[in-house]
């Protein structure tokens, strides 16, 4: 499995699904083109570019070349990879039938097709140490951010303090946040934000 730094943005479950057998990355899906209405997922993809650069990787076709136009406009700091998959003709196997332009998606992409069209970017491998250890749900919990009694109301106000979009699962949030932050940043913020 490749550690990539960046986070990669695709635009369906089933390309993050395909991609998440190949890559240790923070996979955020658009849910097509869901995108152009959620401002909290483009809030999240702005400071996402800002802080460890996006890649952004969609379908060879119509919809997801907007969908690629989209994200580069709202993106104005940061970083931005684009990543693109050859024009390869057929259906996945999920489908009863070939896609509007017949064209596979990221989803069917092999692994062989998928790690040349991320070399053919530039995006190599994260050789770089790991920022100490990781923040844990066991972290968040001990916080009383999962499992306690008003932790959703606590993540929506850490979310908000940090400048993370409020509607983040517990589990896309410590996704984030090991991103972001190394767990000693992490505690030292939190421990900040008590003082205030």
Known sequence: MIRIKQAIIVE?????????TLVDAVIITTNGFAIYKDEEKKA???????????????DSDSAGFNIRTLLRNIVKKGEIINVYIPDIFGKERRKTEPSKQGKLG??????????EAFRKAGVLADDSAVKG???????LM???????????????ELQRSLGLPELLSANL???VLNV???RDEFMDKILQKGED
Do not use: C, F, H
């Not at 001990?142 to 929506?156: F, K, P, V, Y």
């Open 180 to 182: 972001l932050y190394s």
């Open 106 to 115: 990221v989803e069917g992409m092999s692994t062989e097709v998928l790690l």
């Open 12 to 20: 369906g479950k089933y390309d993050k699904i395909r991609l998440s």
């Open 44 to 58: 999240l993809i702005r400071s996402l570019a800002e802080k460890t650069g996006i890649i952004i990787l969609t």
């Open 173 to 175: 949030l410590i996704e």
């Open 133 to 139: 250890e990781p923040i844990t749900k066991a972290d």
């Open 142 to 156: 001990d916080m009383g951010l999962i499992g306690a009694e008003n932790s959703a109301q606590l993540r929506r």
